[in-house]
Each structure stands twice: as structure tokens, then as C-alpha cells.
């Protein structure tokens, strides 16, 4: 797999075809894409670095946007079940441009969040979403959990 501008991780990888990743966070082996690459490190460095609780971050979120059924690559919540966050994960030779940020604002539309971040393993964007007021700004670091 490519090499991420983020720590290496330990993980267990089979040898079949196509290959599968164990995700601690949901417990099972899913198939290793570039893109799913990209989710297990990041996820893994805000579990490590970040102090985010694994239990509190569900990958794979399913959710409704304009009657349209989507899926957030994950969702970080509060202790009180409470959305956060949203994470969008793209393959490293995926750019971060703006339909990506089109992307990841449409699901906000059902969540609501007050964070999103963007990852392609090389760039890393993080944004606080002042829904009161509507504006936002980027965040210069990715937020420890007890930032949120």
C-alpha cells in the first residue's frame, strides 16, 4: 500500500485476493482498497495521537440527504450519542478539491456536525462549522478529541 503523510501503524493484513485489512473499530476484515488504506490510518491516528475513543467513531454511517440514502466514511460522536464529526476518506491519488468539500457538506446537511475533515493520506483538512452564525474556518491542525 502507498506511503501516508501520517505515523506507521501495525495492521493485520491477509494474503488473499483480493487482500483484507482488520478494522479494530468494526471488528471484522474488510477488503483493502487505496481508500480504506487511507481510513484505517487515519482512524488509527486519532484513536493513538488524537485521543478519540474507538467506540465513539462509527465508519460507514448511513444517513438520508434530500430523501437520497448516503454513506459518511465515518462519524465521530460525544459520549451522549451526539454527532461531532464527519470524516471523508479518499485514495491517495484522489486530489481534495472542492466537490470533495461539496461532498462532505452535503452529508452535513443531515448531521449537523460543528467538524469535518478531508483526508487523502497526503492532505489533511479540518474545518469547524459555526452552524449559528453559518460561516466556518479551517482548523490549522487536526483536534484532539477533547477540542471537539
Request: aromatic share 12%.
Amino acid at each position: 500500500m502507498h506511503a501516508l503523510k501520517l505515523p506507521e501503524y501495525e495492521f493485520k493484513i491477509t494474503e488473499t485476493s483480493p487482500p483484507k485489512i482488520f478494522d479494530p473499530i468494526r471488528k471484522k476484515y474488510v477488503t483493502l482498497t487505496p481508500e480504506e488504506w487511507v481510513r484505517q490510518n487515519f482512524l488509527m491516528f486519532l484513536v493513538k495521537e488524537k485521543n478519540y475513543p474507538a467506540q465513539l467513531i462509527l465508519p460507514e454511517q448511513s444517513l438520508t440527504v434530500l430523501k437520497l440514502r448516503k454513506r459518511c466514511d465515518a462519524v465521530v460522536y460525544d459520549k451522549k450519542g451526539c454527532p461531532l464529526m464527519i470524516i471523508e476518506f479518499k485514495s491517495p491519488d484522489v486530489p481534495i478539491n472542492q466537490k470533495v468539500f461539496d461532498q462532505i457538506a452535503r452529508y452535513n446537511m443531515a448531521l449537523n456536525v460543528n467538524y469535518l475533515i478531508v483526508s487523502n493520506g497526503w492532505e489533511h483538512f479540518s474545518c469547524f462549522i459555526d452552524i449559528t452564525n453559518k460561516t466556518y474556518r479551517f482548523l490549522e491542525q487536526i483536534p484532539d478529541y477533547s477540542e471537539l
